[in-house]
């Protein structure tokens, strides 16, 4: 049996009270309490702020913990709203083990577990996930459908990439592992060493840890740092050009409509 009260709160928290694809009151203000709790989360692993708020750190996480939970209530006491048949309660369970329910479930759970286990605050940050839910909702739904069918269309341009990165890091890896095993035993001594200084060289991020000193394995490391610039490149162009062209198809979309 469908309650005035009730339906307005389910269509409050599935974003389809206003239409148009725009976000409800309710889940801005619920997008604003994830960001708040996120940020929250990450200023209490700085421990002089910590220590010097530590009261305060609590509090505002009980009333986060309390926010998170009066939401995950609503949404079982509205399930039954939802379109379809079913009972309330086959309707209330189906939510409980769907992939929203499950994760409004986890947030809790991390939300109120730090209180008795501080060791796993940071796993708070887990909120993150409930801020991406949100955002699949209105306008950005359609928007980040459009990017995944972009990437979607590519995947297989990024299957290549994938695999010659993983040629290019094997090969780099063993190399060096030729070059300067005998001198370096302890950074190239094997292949498995080695692979970490031919992930960072190929990435271009170069922590500088693990180098060659001998003229060969120098010219080997050349080459293939030189082959880790043309890498990064090409899948950074794929990524752009599905990116854009999903923007383009969206404004396209969007203007049609109008």
């Known amino acids: 049996m469908r309650l005035p009260l009730r339906n307005r709160v389910w269509l409050q928290l599935t974003g389809d009270a206003k239409g148009g694809g725009r976000l409800t009151g309710a889940n801005w203000a619920l997008a604003t309490v994830i960001i708040l709790a996120v940020l ?5 692993t700085e421990p002089e702020l910590h220590k010097r708020f530590e009261h305060e750190f609590r509090l505002v996480e009980i009333l986060f913990g309390l926010c998170f939970l009066v939401e995950y209530a609503a949404r079982i006491w509205t399930a039954p709203e939802a379109p379809g048949p079913g009972t309330d309660w086959e309707k209330r369970w189906a939510f409980l083990k769907s992939g929203l329910g499950l994760i409004e479930l986890v947030v809790l759970i991390v939300t109120f577990l730090p209180m008795f286990i501080p060791e796993v605050a940071v796993l708070r940050l887990i909120r993150l996930l409930r801020l991406m839910m949100i955002a699949r ?14 990437i979607n269309e590519r995947r297989f341009e990024l299957y290549v990439t994938i695999a010659l990165a993983s040629f290019l890091v094997l090969f780099g890896a063993t190399a060096l592992y030729l070059a300067e095993g005998h ?5 190239f001594g ?33 080459v293939i740092a030189l082959a880790g610039v043309g890498l990064v490149a090409m899948p950074t162009g794929i990524m752009a050009a599905a990116f854009s062209e999903a923007m383009q198809n969206h404004r396209k979309r969007r203007g049609k409509g109008e």
């Open 40 to 44: 929250s989360s990450i200023l209490a």
């Open 137 to 150: 909702m209105g306008r950005f739904s359609s928007a980040f459908n459009e990017v995944l069918s972009a």
């Open 183 to 187: 001198v370096q035993p302890d950074k």
């Open 190 to 222: 094997s292949i498995p060493r080695a692979l970490w200084w031919a992930v960072i060289t190929l990435t271009t991020v170069g922590y500088g840890d693990v180098s060659p000193i001998t003229p060969l394995g120098k010219m080997m490391a050349s």
